[in-house]
């Protein structure tokens, strides 16, 4: 093994991983706002210099916990090994609705602190990954300003799906946003 890529001590991965579930699960019964370190300590069955050890504070782990699970999905599918295309720009679209639906779903009481620290985190990444596609392109045209809206615009739109109260299919709202979302590639890609 090489020295550069050493393996995590088994104790730390241990001790983060019943943080994070004991996250995911009062975040579904108590909400965001309501949730405290000493919650957070008292169901992960640590102490709170542990928790302080992994997290600075509950923020950063909402921030840590969105950042994983919505660059799981992205690693699901693949997204990270592509290049810019229609068909890869649809399954980006399709992804962040599904995110979108699924935490709705699952993350009860979500007030707007929670909203606005999830949009944040979720753009960071769609716009990483964006950036990462467009740079394969070779473009001499700069990409942060259509990266930079089509990862507002994606988020906006998976939002609106998810909180809509009539939807159509998820396969014909993706057809739909997907011209609103491209337009920003059009220069560049």
Known sequence: MSPNLKKEDPRITRTRN?????????????????????????????????????????????DHTVNMLFRTEIEKRTLG????????LKVLIRVVVEFQLQTNKEWAYRSQQFESLMESSIKKQIYGLLTHWLGQANTKVSTELPTTVAASAI????KYYSHAKQRPTL???????????????????
């Open 155 to 158: 988020y906006v739109l998976a």
């Open 18 to 62: 019943l943080i994070l579930d004991a996250f995911k699960h009062l975040l579904k019964t108590k909400g965001f706002e309501a949730l405290t370190v000493q919650d957070l300590t008292k169901k992960a069955l640590i102490n709170r210099v542990t928790f302080y050890a992994h997290f600075p504070n509950k923020y950063a782990l909402l």
């Open 171 to 189: 396969e014909k709202f993706v057809d739909e946003a997907f011209p609103l979302v491209a337009v920003n590639f059009e220069p560049v890609a």
């Open 81 to 88: 090994g592509c290049r810019y295309s229609s068909k890869n």
